[in-house]
């Protein structure tokens, strides 16, 4: 569902919380231009978790096919 940015102007962020009950994300649209996405913060984590973890099958399987070096670090932290 796409809400343009004045409703949520005079709405506020209810009308994302009602939205976010029945849907996974919202658009919220400037100009008649979808601009954002919003999602629940548990969604969010999902999200964020699945992309880590595919970062780290991709660092894994570069490793295990030689695509990776070794750098070493010069001065102190």
């Given amino acids: 569902m796409v809400i343009p940015a004045n409703e949520l102007k005079i ?3 209810s009308v994302i919380e009602a939205m ?7 658009l919220i649209s400037i100009r008649g231009k979808n601009k954002y996405v919003v999602i629940d913060m548990n969604r969010y984590n999902y999200l964020r978790k699945c992309e880590l973890e595919k970062a780290l ?3 894994r399987e570069d490793i295990e096919n030689g695509r990776s070096r070794v750098f070493k670090c ?3 932290f």
């Fill in 74 to 76: 010069r001065g102190t």
């Fill in 20 to 26: 976010l009950d029945k849907l996974d994300e919202v």
């Fill in 57 to 59: 099958r991709d660092v």
């Fill in 11 to 13: 709405k506020g962020v």
